[in-house]
């Protein structure tokens, strides 16, 4: 087998062996696995590897730059296979790059701040577009991590839900690496700041956004309807647990 056929075929096993996975935590959380989408976070590999992995069955990108985003589409705009592929921003987005990525992602996870939620609405608004978000909170309070902490969150989110230009579809968090007990914890605590907003908003706000490679079973079974997995989709060295 030439290198490409090996790598295709652990793309696909792997996205088998993923999915059964998350069916798996999804119904033991009283869910079916269908309530349950994962993204392929390709920010680590190359066009030719995200052609591949659309051969294998993913039909969902995550990025977490703008740059690079920009450059995979454009690397990708003509390859039939792709139509009806989405991406998806999940990283940081700084203001002076929003209009590099509106118009071009079904979503973006990473609105950080009613500032940033304040100047996406503006730019799309100016479009004629409304942009698909989520809301990502601090949920474990560590200071190195980007986002609303969760009383910045309860503060702004019926003025932010309520601009123009964007719609909340629900709520992201970056648990913490290497503990598993807080990792749970927080995307327990994720799951019960969308139920709070759920009743004061009267928005659905459905998606929850999290879990990765190390504990995306974890964050399922406590409610996650979206994993953003990169490592174990593409990285051949990176073994399941
Ligand atoms: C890289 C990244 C992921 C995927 O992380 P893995 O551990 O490789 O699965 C998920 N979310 C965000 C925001 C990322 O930057």
């Not at 999940?90 to 002076?96: A, S, T, V, W, Y």
């Not at 701040?113 to 577009?129: D, F, K, N, P, Y």
Request: include cysteine; aromatic fraction near 4%; charge should be negative.
């Amino acid at each position: 087998m030439s290198e490409d056929q090996t790598y295709a075929s652990f793309l696909s096993s792997r996205r088998e062996e993923i999915l059964e996975r998350i069916g798996a935590s999804a119904r033991r959380s009283g869910r079916e696995p269908g309530q349950v989408e994962a993204i392929a976070v390709s920010k680590t590999v190359g066009p030719d590897e995200v052609l591949l992995a659309r051969r294998a069955g993913w039909g969902r990108f995550g990025e977490n730059r703008p740059q690079e985003l920009v450059r995979k589409l454009e690397a990708l705009s003509g390859e039939p296979e792709m139509t009806g592929v989405r991406f998806d921003m999940i990283g940081n987005l700084q203001k002076n790059k929003i209009n590099q990525v509106i118009g071009r992602v079904s979503l973006i996870h990473s609105i950080s701040s009613a500032h940033l939620a304040q100047a996406v609405s503006t730019r799309c608004e100016a479009r004629g577009i409304v942009a698909d978000v989520l809301l990502e909170t601090n949920v474990s309070g560590e200071a190195s991590k980007s986002g609303f902490s969760c009383e910045e969150l309860r503060a702004a989110a019926e003025s932010v839900v309520a601009l123009p230009g964007i719609r909340v579809l629900g709520l992201m968090t970056m648990a913490p690496a290497g503990d598993p007990a807080a990792a749970r914890r927080t995307f327990s605590g994720l799951r019960e700041l969308a139920e709070e907003l759920r009743a004061r908003t009267g928005l659905p706000l459905e998606t929850l956004s999290c879990g990765m490679s190390d504990d995306f079973e974890a964050a399922v079974e406590e409610g996650s309807t979206l994993v953003r997995l990169g490592r174990c989709v593409f990285d051949q060295g990176y073994a399941l647990s």
